[in-house]
């Protein structure tokens, strides 16, 4: 797995290429947690070149977006593919969790 971060005036964007699996999960977690203790209260996850998430992936983005509402912040995804999508579908989290089809359409809810 592969995380790329974007500070933009409206939010700081992390993007994630490959498998967020058992294996590396705790970097998502690690560069979350960085963020929200900078200050950071509004993130958006680009998922679109994630192309397989774990329980242990799902668990790391749900902490994620626990904290950010603590912090009365945004914590929104983009870009689900398909199969990701119904990952999301099956484990409820379509219902929990903001998701725009595209990075343009997330960034304008911030």
Known sequence: MEINEQKTERCVIIGITGRLDTTNYNL??????????GNNNKILVDCSKM??????GLR???????????????????GLQENIHEIFEISGFTSIFEIYPSQEDAVKVF
């Open 28 to 37: 998502l977690e690690k560069k979350l947690m960085e963020l929200i203790e």
């Open 51 to 56: 192309d397989y998430i774990s329980s242990s």
């Open 60 to 78: 790391i983005l749900l902490m994620g977006l626990k904290k950010i509402t603590l912090l009365k912040g945004k914590f929104v995804l983009c």
